[in-house]
């Protein structure tokens, strides 16, 4: 079963910020959260991970909560072709390592 | 350029026909992975492998078998067996660093007649 929960869907206008949720407050203590996008028939890509602190790459900034229970992923300026079903991910550590995937959030950013 | 590859992109086959997935990746990666993806899903591991020769079955690996006899390549045999096998099936590689991210492949959509 995925830990993580989020909303089915979300809008965005574009140039705006994009600001993703995700709860995960089953998560444990070594346990890692990433986020990938995932657009149509194409497969996953990754955006950014963390494990307690905050943190920023050219794609996006993750906030993770103190608590470690919740994180939002940030799209500064949201484009059109940031269209896209984003996952937030908690990684274990039994099964090789594996990904458990949820629902994930479809974002629709529109002009 | 390095990466992970996945053909072919789309495979028809017949029903009761085995059929196999090919997976590539020159990231020099240990761990290779095999998911499934339904329509509106997310996706499900069906197997795998934290090195050559060996693998381990994930929570769907029924009417599926693999391999590792090289770094490069984790090919995903989908069998006879397999009573839903049209799906999107992805292939993710990676690196021995507990914190590293997975790549993904681009995919190949099965569909079975």
């Known amino acids: 079963d995925a830990k993580t929960t989020q909303p089915p869907s979300m809008d965005c206008a574009e140039g705006r910020a994009a600001n993703l949720p995700c709860n995960h407050s089953t998560i444990s203590g070594n346990e890692y959260v990433y986020w990938y996008r995932q657009i149509h028939s194409q497969g996953p890509q990754y955006i950014i991970h963390g494990l307690k602190n905050n943190e920023t790459n050219e794609m996006a900034s993750l906030i993770i909560t103190e608590d470690r229970k919740s994180s939002t992923l940030i799209l500064p300026h949201a484009t059109l072709r940031d269209t896209a079903v984003y996952y937030c991910i908690v990684r274990v550590y039994n099964q090789g390592g594996k990904l458990i995937f949820g629902q994930g959030t479809e974002l629709s950013v529109k002009p | 350029d390095g990466g992970i590859t996945q053909s072919p992109k789309y495979l028809f086959r017949k029903e009761g026909q085995n059929v196999t997935l090919s997976c590539e990746q020159n990231?020099?990666?240990?761990?290779m992975y095999w998911y499934r993806q339904d329509p509106g899903q997310g996706l499900r591991l069906i197997y795998y492998?934290?090195?050559?020769?060996?693998?381990q079955k994930g929570d769907i690996a029924e009417g599926y078998s693999v391999s590792r006899e090289k770094k490069e390549s984790f090919p995903l045999t989908v069998t006879s067996a397999q009573k839903n096998p049209t799906a999107f099936y992805l292939c993710?590689?990676?690196?021995?660093?507990?914190?590293?991210?997975?790549?993904f492949g681009q995919g190949t959509r099965l569909t079975v007649v």
């Open positions: 990231l020099n990666h240990d761990a």
């Open positions: 993710a590689s990676r690196g021995d660093s507990v914190n590293t991210e997975a790549f």
């Open positions: 492998s934290q090195i050559v020769n060996d693998f």
